[in-house]
């Protein structure tokens, strides 16, 4: 099922779960999936949007079917491989990209709202990975997770400690999960994206340009592409559907960005520098030697404020 370079990917005869996959990144994701020849099923939380998304899929080539419910439960998760095994057969593929934003300072976010984001994100994916897990195991085949992070996991933002906290720990789990499945052949990666979504939309230095290109059809600068990282959610979905085929057997345990014309794989955390001191270290003794010992130069945090050309 791999392709060469320039003939495209066959994805033909793979069953394939993509969650939250009415708009946006997840729309994106099930066309791409089922151009390749995949067989999908669509979730999302509004009907309209699910049989939207299921027509989108069958123009592509693909077969689909479509679920509604909200992400998070043990009943959803069962309900999305039951669909898969009871109308394609099978699961090789489990996409968990269902999410949502409540934003908001710390000392204003509410329990509530930190709930929702954790709810949907971190259950939401450990809940659909365990279901995939199961099916795969019991089918025996190897399998492949492709779990959806963002940049805000890997670095922080301002605005978002219950969406950055999921996302980390949904890379987290990524690497846990590649070592516990390792055995049963199943391959489990993050994704880590960067599009023109709704969402980035409302950032100043992006705004514009993306409404400019969607005005007239065109496409977004070569800054924002290159130097950002940011194009399309159909840039985006090429990752997902390489993850989903016989070319990524035995990649594993990785956190991998795209978008626009940037593909990097991310680092993960290790410990920059030591220092050792006979029988420990008392808290004078740290005091004195961390700006010039292990402290000497600290990490970086926060994910970069965008910058447009000056005109």
Avoid at 14 to 31: H, I, N, P
Avoid at 204 to 216: D, L, N, Q, V, W
Avoid at 225 to 231: I, S
Wanted: charge should be negative.
């Amino acid at each position: 099922m791999a392709s060469t370079r320039g003939e495209p990917m066959d994805l033909s005869g793979r069953a394939v779960v993509v969650t939250g996959s009415g708009r946006g990144l997840g729309r994106a994701y099930v066309e791409a999936l089922g151009a390749a020849g995949a067989s999908v099923v669509v979730n999302d939380v509004e009907q309209n949007l699910v049989d939207e998304a299921v027509a989108a899929v069958e123009r592509a080539g693909g077969r689909a079917v479509g679920v509604v419910a909200a992400v998070g439960s043990t009943a959803t998760a069962d309900a999305l491989v039951a669909a898969a095994v009871e109308t394609f057969g099978r699961l090789d593929v489990m996409v968990t990209n269902a999410g949502i934003l409540r934003d908001r300072m710390l000392w204003k976010m509410s329990d509530d709202e930190f709930d929702a984001v954790i709810d949907v994100h971190l259950r939401g994916t450990f809940t659909c990975a365990r279901a995939a897990a199961r099916r795969m195991r019991e089918q025996g085949e190897g399998g492949s997770l492709v779990l959806v992070s963002s940049p805000a996991g890997q670095r922080g933002n301002v605005g978002q400690t219950n969406y950055a906290a999921a996302k980390a720990g949904i890379v987290a789990m990524a690497r846990t999960w590649a070592m516990e499945l390792a055995r049963a052949g199943v391959d489990v990666n993050a994704v880590v994206p960067v599009a023109a979504t709704e969402m980035t939309k409302t950032i100043p230095a992006f705004g514009p340009a993306i409404e400019e290109a969607e005005r007239t059809g065109g496409d977004l600068p070569a800054w924002m592409r290159k130097d950002e990282g940011l194009g399309t959610v159909e840039d985006v979905a090429s990752l997902v559907v390489f993850l989903a085929s016989d070319a990524a057997r035995g990649i594993t345990g990785q956190a991998i960005g795209i978008g626009g014309d940037r593909l990097a794989l991310w680092a993960h955390p290790q410990e920059k520098s030591v220092a050792l001191r006979d029988g420990g270290w008392s808290a004078d003794e740290i005091a004195a030697a961390w700006s010039t010992g292990v402290g000497a130069e600290p990490e970086t945090y926060g994910v970069p404020a965008p910058k447009a050309p000056q005109a």
